[in-house]
């Protein structure tokens, strides 16, 4: 067999709020369902996502993920960004939804995640082999990537980039994009802050 479609059905509190999400995304829906369970579709280009309603689901405990791989991170990066900060005034780096910028990898970016209304982690990654590391903080900047934009884990994640930026020499060529990422980490571990007890 050739030209199997396999698309994701991904769970979500409120279908017209995945919906209005994506839209903003630049995706369209292609089919909307209310009853007698609710269900939407959405797509860009070739990029399909369907969502099906769940009462009581709780997007702070969302185990829902999937892949999606893409030609240029950094393009699809840059029109959601752009999309994002037209809607909101801002980029949305913290709480649900969010989204992780591109790391920057030998000069190639390579993967984002999108966490969405529902609580989804939608992981964009860029086809073909990533690059391997050259410099110790490029390898740290990997490894904070991957607990804190894989496996939400941003305090690790800025653990791990403190760290290494206390080693660097600072003429590292990611050295800047490694200080902006601990800034965003930063960010979004305040913002993850239970309030103060009164």
């Not at 769970?11 to 839209?23: L, N, Q, T």
């Not at 989804?120 to 690059?131: D, E, M």
């Not at 410099?135 to 740290?140: G, I, Q, S, Y």
């Not at 930063?186 to 239970?194: C, K």
Request: charged residues 25%; hydrophobic residues 35%; glycine residues 8%.
């Amino acid at each position: 067999m050739a030209n199997e479609l396999t698309i994701p059905l991904l769970p979500c509190p409120s279908v017209d709020e995945i919906a209005s999400f994506y839209e903003m995304l630049g995706f369209g829906i292609t089919y909307r369902q209310t009853r007698p369970n609710p269900h939407v579709a959405l797509r860009r280009e070739d990029i399909n996502l369907h969502f099906f309603g769940m009462a009581g689901y709780d997007p702070a405990q969302s185990y829902s993920t999937c892949l999606v791989i893409v030609a240029d991170t950094g393009e699809l990066f840059e029109d959601f960004a752009a999309r994002m900060r037209s809607m909101h005034g801002k980029l949305l780096v913290s709480g649900i939804p969010r989204i992780t910028r591109p790391r920057l990898r030998n000069d190639r970016y390579t993967g984002f995640t999108l966490v969405d209304p529902g609580g989804n982690w939608i992981r964009i990654h860029q086809a073909g082999q990533a690059p391997e590391a050259r410099t110790k903080l490029a390898k740290a900047m990997e490894n904070a990537a991957r607990q804190a934009d894989a496996h939400g884990d941003e305090r690790q994640g800025l653990k791990i980039l403190e760290g290494a930026l206390k080693r660097a020499t600072g003429d590292e060529p990611e050295f800047q994009a490694a200080r902006e990422y601990r800034d965003e980490l930063l960010e979004r571990v305040q913002g993850n802050q239970p309030p103060p007890l009164v």
